[in-house]
């Protein structure tokens, strides 16, 4: 049996994740709660969690699944003597949907080149994104070093954000994995028996190789950028 308050939430949860996907915030449950402070939140969430009604998804900032919803009885508010309200008048008025600020943890392994190439490394470190700004797939992020990339807007300290995929199409932007030792940022192209792999910067030249020393490790999902 739920307290009143467990009621409360998880039926809020449910009703927000069936209304825009995405679970509210410490912030908006505590405020549709009436709640003093975020570690009333935190409480009532881990009661649900423990009764296996909620459960948290893991490798993000914020993120829930409803597993099950209180017993019908539970549910039924208590009748009341007073009359029922009409129903509300129908109007043309769309509410505005809730910002997409799901935040995703994806691996951060290293520096990518976007000029020369340069040693791709492994790393334990991992990096907050936008979900908005992934598709589907597995996701990965690399910190680019260099200017090579400038004319398609990738800027050197700029986080390439990447799906993981060995194939890719004529002008699509790759991690290309070379002799598997480096990595680099680059146009893909087929150029006859060669694999060329363009700059966007006039200043670079392109650079060609058998198509058995390159590897596509991945094609660019996006790019997340900080300012100082």
Do not use: W
Not at 27 to 54: P, Q
Not at 175 to 200: C, H, N, Q, W
Request: aromatic residues 4%; neutral net charge.
């Amino acid at each position: 049996m739920l307290t009143r308050k467990q009621h409360e939430l998880v039926c809020f949860i449910n009703d927000r994740l069936e209304e825009t996907g995405i679970s509210p915030s410490f912030e908006e449950m505590k405020e549709a709660l009436d709640l003093k402070s975020k570690s009333g939140v935190h409480r009532l969430i881990s009661a649900l969690e423990e009764r296996h009604f909620i459960r948290r998804l893991p490798n993000r900032a914020r993120a829930l699944e409803v597993l099950r919803m209180p017993e019908r009885s539970e549910r039924k508010p208590a009748a009341s003597t007073a009359p029922a309200a009409p129903p509300p008048a129908k109007t043309n008025v769309r509410a505005a949907p809730a910002p997409a600020n799901d935040v995703i943890e994806i691996p951060l392994h290293g520096r990518i080149a976007a000029g020369l190439p340069i040693e791709a490394f492994e790393g334990s470190s991992t990096l907050a994104v936008p979900a908005a700004l992934l598709g589907s797939g597995e996701h990965y992020a690399l910190e680019v070093s260099g200017d090579s990339m400038v004319e398609a807007g990738i800027l050197d300290g700029d986080y390439a954000l990447i799906r993981r995929t060995e194939v890719a199409r004529d002008g699509e932007i790759v991690v290309a994995l070379i002799d598997d030792s480096e990595a680099t940022l680059k146009y893909f192209r087929r150029e006859g028996a060669m694999v060329r792999l363009d700059p966007a910067n006039r200043a670079y030249e392109p650079q060609r190789y058998v198509p058995s020393h390159v590897r596509v490790q991945g094609k660019l999902s996006g790019i997340l950028r900080r300012y100082d």
